[in-house]
């Protein structure tokens, strides 16, 4: 099996954490909505597990295993998270990527799709996936990810960021996702890497296009873990369900944050922008028509927030430690 390496440099650091315990709380949500089924889709899916005994960044400890001596006063959502973390390796040496968490959670009604550039063989998983090797940004790819099916999609792309234009082909991609399908859910995770050239545009260009092409609307996360560097992860979730913030309330972030903190103050911020149903008309006339004000996008719910003086981030312990599709793209 090929390795994956800039995969097992971020297996279980907080950006996993993070995009994990979201990813496996609206796949949840995505299925209550969508009795029929959804349509998973995994655009850069790695080789399933990782060996943390190999990775030298030794990124886990700031990542997992600090959950892990948390996990007894976490919210239930991440709990829920850690389960299959260590139905995967009970030790924590082997840690679980984004194909087996969809794989535990899928009903018989839905459909898994895998891909990626340098992957041949997906491991932990108890089902022989759907597997293609390719350039998921590749135009051609969209095929893949949107058959013609009834089922809802809900595509799950976090690329390694190792070159600074998988941000620009991100947003393309997106783009050319919500082209086909305005209601095509998307889930997308990215870094925040101090003095990058796409630190602070690419949201903001990413979530305008999103407003004049998605149906619904974004929900937007991100947890800051310290100052310089890897600053932290950000998720951006393109048409999510009216009920996610159900599921993923700010308790959550607020207690990773805490948690998951390196240096400085913990800081995260919640932006959630949903499209108002335009109301007909009752006649034709203009003074039957809504008024403006109803028209207009609702304001986004923010917060930035210092977690608790009671409740530090723990410095770190030690720890004991397929087939798919012919068509090429």
């Not at 491991?123 to 051609?140: A, V």
């Not at 859910?185 to 999103?210: D, S």
Request: charged residues 25%.
């Amino acid at each position: 099996m090929a390795t994956s390496e800039p995969h097992l440099h971020q297996a279980g650091n907080h950006g996993n954490v993070l995009k994990h315990v979201i990813l496996r709380s609206h796949i949840l949500v995505q299925q209550m909505a969508h009795k029929e089924g959804i349509l998973l889709v995994d655009m850069h899916c790695g080789p399933g597990l990782y060996d943390l005994s190999l990775q030298k960044s030794e990124e886990y400890k700031k990542g997992i295993l600090r959950i892990s001596q948390n996990i007894d006063d976490a919210p239930l959502p991440v709990k829920h998270y850690f389960q299959i973390v260590k139905g995967a390796d009970s030790y924590l040496q082997m840690y679980p990527g984004s194909p087996v968490f969809g794989e535990r959670l899928l009903r018989p009604q839905d459909e898994h799709r895998l891909c990626d550039l340098n992957v041949t063989e997906v491991k932990g998983l108890k089902k022989k996936p759907i597997l293609e090797k390719g350039d998921s940004f590749h135009p051609e790819a969209i095929e893949y990810f949107l058959p013609e099916t009834d089922k809802h999609p809900v595509i799950f792309m976090d690329p390694s960021y190792e070159d600074d234009e998988d941000f620009y082909r991100s947003t393309k991609m997106i783009e050319s996702i919500l082209d086909r399908n305005p209601f095509a859910t998307v889930i997308l995770w990215y870094p925040m890497i101090e003095n990058n050239r796409y630190r602070y545009n690419f949201a903001k260009n990413t979530k305008e296009m999103i407003k004049k092409k998605a149906k619904i609307g974004f929900y937007h996360a991100w947890v800051t873990v310290q100052k310089t560097g890897l600053q932290g992860s950000s998720v951006l979730i393109v048409n999510p369900t009216k009920k996610f913030d159900d599921i993923m309330d700010e308790e959550v972030l607020d207690w990773l944050s805490a948690i998951l903190l390196k240096v400085g103050r913990s800081e995260y911020s919640v932006e959630q922008w949903m499209k108002k149903p335009k109301k007909k008309p009752i006649g034709d006339g203009e003074e039957n028509a809504p008024p403006a004000a109803a028209q207009n996008e609702p304001p986004p719910r923010s917060s930035v927030k210092q977690p608790p003086a009671s409740r530090p981030a723990p410095a770190p312990k030690q720890q004991n430690t397929g087939g798919g599709l012919q068509f090429a793209f």
